[in-house]
């Protein structure tokens, strides 16, 4: 891929001293809160960004954020639900922030949307997760960035016989595209295709999945399959609606980390494009790859460095991710003229790639 050498030779230099600090005083929390600044020509898309990607801690947005992320939790963007927050013995009614003052008064410190999605996940798990189905709970993981939890829920809970709900084998076809098993995640995509060919959801992450085959004629696979679908769209909403809104939950939308990334790239969207693309999609490693090199695109190499050390740390069986890194730190030593720069990082770098497949 070499995407981090490419980028390196056209741009931004640094001081030891000043990565050093850099990574100790920014550590990699997420987009910054003026993302939504600039401007793209896409009004519905810039409604998202505004919505999912400025953050005020209010009461009033911790309900709106609580709300969201029920509806994710249950993977159902049109999930109807009424919370009950009336004391049943004096009959008062309390606010959500009120209600859980406890998780409210954690959510209200922690900057990044995935965080925050992280923890209300966390917290309807205490009441919610044993009602999920199974392909509810696999979801849930994959989305929170716990690929390795569905991983092991798969192994623990899952029957062959429970793979006759498609919904199920997608949800595992996606587990295994995050852990980068692309053998395993093309055997239950292929498994819900020919069960469900003309399913929208099975149909994009089988071009989730055949777009990261190494093999030419499976990537033009995978591009007649997401234009089949995105025609379809087009067809029934027009064309007024931006193209990147049919990547954002909703109803009806396409779940496709991949062919976000690759219209972002393809259009040579700004940084805040991607920012506000990073609330959907931080839990899929290839996404965060090719994130990282935009923002390196940009001149911030500290912020890039920052963001590829997070996904070594939350991927550390991502090779892809995990050479680019180390590519850019020895970039960095010789820039520098210290072979020792970062020397226990790459250490660990090292042995990820040790152990890896492939």
């Not at 009120?98 to 309807?124: C, Q």
């Not at 989305?143 to 029957?159: A, G, H, I, L, T």
């Not at 053998?183 to 469900?196: F, P, Q, S, T």
Request: with cysteine; glycine share 4%; proline share 4%.
């Amino acid at each position: 891929m070499n995407l981090f050498r490419k980028l390196f030779k056209k741009g931004a230099t640094a001081t030891e001293n000043e990565v050093q600090e850099g990574l100790k005083s920014s550590p990699e929390h997420g987009p910054s809160h003026n993302a939504n600044n600039g401007t793209t020509g896409d009004s519905g898309y810039q409604d998202f960004v505004r919505k999912n990607f400025s953050f005020d801690a209010t009461p009033q947005n911790f309900e709106v954020e609580l709300h969201d992320s029920f509806r994710r939790y249950y993977a159902d963007p049109a999930l109807k639900f009424n919370i009950n927050l009336t004391d049943p013995q004096t009959g008062d009614t309390f606010e959500p922030h009120e209600a859980f003052n406890v998780v409210y008064n954690e959510w209200k410190t922690i900057h990044s949307s995935w965080d925050r999605r992280s923890l209300l996940f966390s917290f309807w798990d205490e009441t919610e997760l044993n009602k999920l189905a199974k392909w509810q709970v696999v979801q849930r993981y994959n989305n929170d960035r716990f690929p390795v939890k569905s991983f092991k829920f798969q192994e623990q809970d899952v029957k062959t016989e429970d793979l006759k709900d498609v919904r199920l084998a997608i949800a595992l076809a996606k587990t295994h595209r995050l852990l980068y098993n692309l053998e395993d995640a093309r055997k239950y995509i292929e498994y819900a295709y020919k069960c469900k060919p003309h399913h929208q959801h099975v149909v994009v992450e089988y071009a989730n999945i055949l777009h990261l085959s190494d093999n030419e004629a499976d990537k033009e696979r995978a591009h007649q399959l997401i234009q089949f679908v995105l025609n379809n769209k087009v067809a029934v909403f027009g064309k007024e609606i931006p193209l990147l809104n049919f990547f954002c939950f909703g109803e009806g939308y396409l779940d496709s980390s991949v062919f976000a990334t690759l219209y972002l790239k393809t259009d040579n969207r700004q940084l805040s494009d991607w920012d506000a693309m990073a609330v959907e999609y931080y839990y899929c490693p290839v996404f965060r790859l090719e994130h990282a090199g935009r923002i390196l695109s940009d001149g911030d190499m500290v912020k890039a460095l920052a963001k590829l050390m997070s996904l070594t740390e939350e991927f550390p069986w991502f090779k892809p991710g995990v050479l680019e890194t180390k590519s850019f730190i020895e970039q960095l030593r010789t820039q520098m003229n210290n072979p020792q720069f970062m020397a226990k990082e790459v250490e660990t770098l090292d042995y990820y790639l040790s152990v890896s497949r492939g």
